[in-house]
C-alpha cells in the first residue's frame, strides 16, 4: 500500500469515528459544523473521508462532544458502542436478593431484631423479613428508612462489583479527577509520573508507626 493510499485511509477511518460520534450524540452536520467554525459541506467532507478534519478542528469536535480527543487519535473506535447487554429480570433479582441479604447482616450488626427494626422503620415484621429474603423489591423510601435506622446510607447499598457498579464507580472517579486543580490533573496524567503515583500508593498502605520509624531513619542518616 502506498503512502497515499495509507493517508486517504486513515482519513477515512478518521471521518468514519467522527460521523459516529456525531450521530451518537445526537446533533446534525449544522450544528456541528457551526461549533467548529466549518461549513456543512466541509463536516460532510470530512465525516466521508474526502478531506481530513486538521487537528484545532478534532480538538473542537471533540470538545464539544465531550469526548477523549485521544479516543480519534489511536484510531480506535469505540464512539457509540452500546454497553453490555444486561439481563435485566436477572439483574433486579439477584440485586434484590444481595441488598436484602446486606440489609440482614447490617441488622445483625446492630444487634437489633427484626422486630425492633421494622418499629423503627414504621413496617412490619412480615414486611422486613421479605425484604431480608430478597422476595420483594424494596421501594428507595423504605430503605432510605431502612438504611437510616441501621445508622448507614443508601450509598451502602448500591451495587459494587456488577457492570452497572463498575460503570458508577468510573463516572465517580472521572468526576472526582475532575475536581482536582488543573495542575495536579496534569501531573497525574503525566505517564512519567507514574512511579512517584506507586510509590505514594504504597506509602498509603503503611501504618503510621512504620512511616514515622522510616522518617526518623532517613533523618539519622542525613544529619
Same mark, same amino acid.
Given at each position: 500500500m502506498s503512502d497515499q493510499q495509507i493517508l486517504s485511509l486513515r482519513g477515512k477511518i478518521? =471521518?468514519?469515528?467522527?460521523?459516529?460520534?456525531?450521530?451518537?450524540? =445526537?446533533k446534525s452536520l449544522s450544528e456541528m459544523s457551526e461549533l467548529i467554525g466549518a461549513t456543512g459541506g466541509s463536516l460532510s467532507s470530512m465525516e466521508r473521508g474526502s478531506r481530513a478534519a486538521?487537528?484545532?478542528e478534532l480538538e473542537l469536535f471533540a470538545y464539544y462532544l465531550d469526548l477523549p480527543l485521544r479516543q480519534f487519535l489511536s484510531g480506535e473506535d469505540s464512539f457509540g458502542r452500546s454497553k453490555?447487554?444486561?439481563? $435485566?429480570k436477572l439483574v433486579v433479582a439477584l440485586r434484590q436478593r444481595m441488598i436484602g441479604a446486606m440489609l440482614r447482616t447490617h441488622r445483625t450488626e446492630a444487634g437489633l431484631s427484626m422486630r425492633e427494626?421494622?418499629?423503627?422503620?414504621?413496617?412490619s415484621s412480615r414486611r422486613v423479613s421479605t425484604y431480608e429474603q430478597g422476595e420483594k423489591p424494596i $421501594?428507595?423510601?423504605?430503605?432510605?428508612?431502612?438504611?437510616?435506622a441501621l445508622g448507614r446510607q443508601v450509598d451502602d447499598y448500591l451495587d459494587a462489583e456488577g457492570t452497572v457498579g463498575e460503570w458508577d464507580a468510573a463516572q465517580q472517579a472521572f468526576a472526582a479527577f475532575l475536581d482536582l486543580p488543573a495542575e495536579l490533573r496534569q501531573f497525574l496524567s503525566e505517564p512519567m509520573n507514574r512511579p512517584y503515583l506507586d510509590l505514594a500508593r504504597n506509602l498509603s498502605d503503611v501504618s503510621v508507626d512504620k512511616l514515622r520509624t522510616l522518617g526518623q531513619g532517613l533523618l539519622d542518616i542525613t544529619l
Open positions: 478518521l =471521518g468514519a469515528m467522527m460521523r459516529k460520534a456525531r450521530l451518537a450524540s =445526537g486538521s487537528l484545532p453490555e447487554d444486561l439481563n $435485566p427494626l421494622a418499629e423503627m422503620a414504621g413496617l $421501594p428507595l423510601p423504605e430503605l432510605e428508612v431502612l438504611a437510616n
